[in-house]
């Protein structure tokens, strides 16, 4: 239905590695918003893609938009341990609310 | 900057105490949201709210009740908390139900005991 499926559920990288997440709908988005939060605290919104084929850059960091408005990823290049948290996507709903997906945890060993 | 508050950030409350979790943004905002936060089930919406008096349910609003009096304030309400309500709760806000950007509280960490 309305869920977005996120993967991987875990990623461990080591510092300098890329690391990608991945959003996948089965039904086409009108907006995926990405959000990170840290360990101990809250989500913080990061991007939100509206256009079909949409990238957009955030220093390492590159949020892309599928073209068919199914699907959404976050590719890191270089991870630092700054980078550590958990990235969720999420759709939105028809009254304002968000559906978020379950989250990537990212960790990074220096 | 938008700041959205929280009444607590750590909670401990016994089996069937009424609980209520107070949230306050400061930004003129419409819609207002309340989540809770489980290992493994990543963000789960309870209830939200996109004006004064008006409620929506979420996915979980068994167990909750919420109320919005003010444009400024949303509280959750825990009528009989029991154990399976101990979590992280996130209280977030947006402009309006067409910026979907939303800002997050703090969290409360409520344990019930």
């Known amino acids: 239905g309305q869920q977005v499926m996120q993967i991987p559920q875990y990623q461990h990288v080591q510092e300098g590695e890329d690391f990608t997440t991945y959003c996948n709908s089965s039904?086409?988005?009108?907006?995926i918003q990405w959000y990170k939060q840290r360990p101990g605290g809250h989500p913080v919104f990061l991007i939100q893609?509206?256009?079909?084929?949409e990238v957009k850059k955030q220093k390492r960091l590159t949020f892309q938009f599928g073209e068919a408005k199914k699907n959404s990823s976050l590719h890191i290049t270089a991870t630092q341990t700054t980078d550590v948290g958990t990235y969720f996507c999420?759709?939105?709903?028809?009254?304002?609310?968000?559906?978020f997906g379950k989250g990537t945890k990212l960790s990074v060993k220096p | 900057d938008v700041k959205v508050t929280q009444s607590s950030r750590y909670l401990v409350k016994r089996t069937g105490e009424k609980v209520f979790l107070e949230c306050v943004q400061d930004m003129d905002h419409e819609n207002m949201f309340w989540y809770r936060q489980d290992p493994g089930l990543g963000l789960r919406l309870i209830y939200f709210?996109?004006?004064?008096?008006?409620?929506e349910k979420g996915d979980i609003p068994e167990g909750y009740s919420v109320s919005r009096e003010k444009k400024e304030r949303f509280s959750l309400i825990l009528e009989s908390a029991s154990t399976n309500q101990t979590s992280m709760y996130l209280c977030a806000s947006s402009l309006n139900q067409v910026a979907h950007e939303q800002y997050f509280g703090p969290g409360t960490r409520l344990t019930v005991t």
């Open positions: 999420a759709r939105g709903g028809s009254q304002g609310n968000l559906i």
């Open positions: 893609l509206v256009k079909s084929g």
């Open positions: 709210s996109y004006d004064v008096k008006m409620k």
């Open positions: 039904t086409t988005l009108s907006n």
